[in-house]
């Protein structure tokens, strides 16, 4: 098999679940976990004679999305009836939207590699439509049968579809990721993809490099993790260029990933848009969205990831990398722009480096390199959410601005934030009294206890004078040791260097 001879083709197809009380139809509740079929109406089920209303919210929801990727809101979209039957479909169609969806057209930028430079990609957008889900096929315990839960049945869509943009499982992947942050950080979706609140459906093809025309695709159904789109992808790209190099042809068809032996298998001939006899559906009107109605709901949207992280380089002259992590959701934007208002307050008013500019700059880079580091690895270190944090903005707002004004040295900090987060104590300057852990910055204890180092390390000092910088690192350390870490660092090195004449 030679991959460098083909081109790989991909488009995706997302179901965000959107975050609404009830269902898209109906006024049944839609959250998670419920026993099975306790939260399907008559609506749901379709009883005959009931008549669907449409969730306003939902609508809402389609808007913010239309806005925040700069497609069109179209003015009127009508609703259409996509006819198969499925078991966990009661109507045998489902409620979507085929010629006129309410968002057409849009965009999402996407960044590709790692480090301060990767490369950026725009993915277009054909649509976005409302539609309902289905219910749920119940294949375990039922000894050869299949029980139905209807509980998802009606629970409100918004289908995203790209062009055909991407050309690798990383821009594939990156793309599923940029679009789950997204509807994530303007709160139409939870994001929760073990519960199927985010799917994606990949449309894989292959053809040779330079050939226009698209090859035959699969599409690869019910994607709900990062990795499995791209074990998924990855397995079927390789298939498909074996079968074409051995001479057999594509079929399009529609497949399922099996995570357990990492393979894509078949699972229906694929169907197009005329085997689904769409048809308007004569029990809803056509939506109607006025200029107005948009205009209210852009005032509302909050600053977009871009536009913020775009913020963050010039304002605060973060790196693009740091502005990325500090970015890559609402949530961890959040807590860094609240501590660093919260370390402003303070007044962080004496810039110890040329290399910053203004307090504020310097603020905003004290503020990311905890959040990004230790709060961070802390995160991670015990698998907590930052909603879950024991440490609030406030607290680590109270860390930082006792290293800038030196009352803490870095090792200190790190010692206090630990006993922060393990609930002793309520901010820094109370286990910072209570422990004596106030730094010395004092000249001439500083000077006077350097003395002692020297006296007593004599051949650390005249290895450092023999050319040997790791015995100057040695002092250091022995002066550090003696005050227990609480002497200025800065003022210990600058001392040393003065006495020692390096």
């Keep these: 098999m030679s991959s460098t001879k083909w081109e790989v083709v991909i488009g995706l197809e997302t179901h965000a679940q959107l975050r609404t009380q009830s269902k898209i139809f109906s006024d049944s509740s839609i959250a998670f976990g419920a026993a099975p079929n306790v939260q399907a109406s008559a609506v749901d089920i379709a009883l005959p004679g009931v008549l669907p209303v449409l969730n306003r919210e939902a609508v809402v929801c389609a808007i913010k999305f239309g806005l925040a990727v700069g497609g069109t809101v179209a003015p009127r979209s009508i609703f259409a009836r996509k006819n198969y039957f499925y078991p966990d479909l009661p109507k045998a169609y489902q409620i979507s939207q085929f010629e006129l969806p309410v968002v057409v057209g849009g965009s999402l930028e996407i960044s590709v590699g790692a480090g301060d430079t990767p490369s950026q990609k725009t993915i277009h957008l054909t649509r976005a439509h409302l539609e309902e889900d289905a219910g749920k096929s119940l294949h375990e315990d039922f000894h050869g049968k299949t029980g139905i839960d209807l509980n998802r049945a009606g ?101 399922l990933f099996n995570p357990d032996i990492g393979e894509t298998r078949a699972m229906r001939s694929k169907e197009d848009a005329h085997d689904y006899r769409y048809f308007p559906d004569p029990d809803l009107l056509p939506l109607d969205i006025s200029r107005e109605w948009v205009d209210e709901i852009h005032a509302q949207m909050p600053e977009l990831p871009q536009a913020m992280k775009a913020r963050f380089c010039t304002q605060y002259e973060l790196s693009a990398y740091d502005a990325s992590v500090l970015t890559a959701s609402r949530e961890m934007a959040n807590y860094f722009a609240a501590t660093l208002r919260s370390l402003l307050s303070k007044g962080i008013g004496i810039i110890k480096s040329a290399e910053y500019p203004s307090a504020e700059i310097y603020a905003a880079k004290l503020c990311a390199n905890w959040v990004m580091g230790e709060l961070s690895a802390h995160l991670s270190r015990d698998e907590i959410e930052l909603a879950d944090s024991p440490l609030s903005p406030l607290m680590l707002a109270g860390i930082v601005s006792r290293i800038a004004d030196e009352t803490i040295s870095n090792k200190i900090a790190k010692e206090i934030f630990e006993a922060l987060w393990q609930g002793e104590g309520v901010d820094a300057d109370t286990i910072i009294d209570a422990r004596g852990l106030r730094q010395i910055s004092d000249v001439g204890a500083i000077e006077a206890l350097v003395d002692e180092v020297l006296a007593a390390n004599q051949k650390s000092v005249e290895e450092f004078r023999a050319g040997k910088e790791k015995a100057f690192n040695a002092l250091v350390g022995q002066a550090m040791k003696a005050t227990k870490g609480k002497a200025n660092p800065q003022q210990v090195t600058d001392l040393l260097r003065k006495k020692l004449g390096g």
């Design 155 to 255: 629970t409100p869509l918004l289908e995203i579809v790209t062009e055909p943009d991407m050309r690798s499982t990383t821009e594939a992947v990156a793309y599923a990721k940029a679009l789950h942050a997204l509807v994530v950080w303007i709160g139409i979706c939870d994001g929760n993809m073990s519960e199927g609140s985010f799917r994606c459906d990949a449309n894989v093809s292959v053809r040779p490099f330079g050939q226009a025309e698209f090859g035959t695709r699969r599409e690869i159904k019910n994607l709900n993790s990062f990795r499995f789109m791209q074990q998924a992808i990855d397995y079927e790209i390789a298939w498909q260029i074996a079968e074409i190099e051995e001479g057999r042809k594509i079929t399009q068809a529609t497949v």
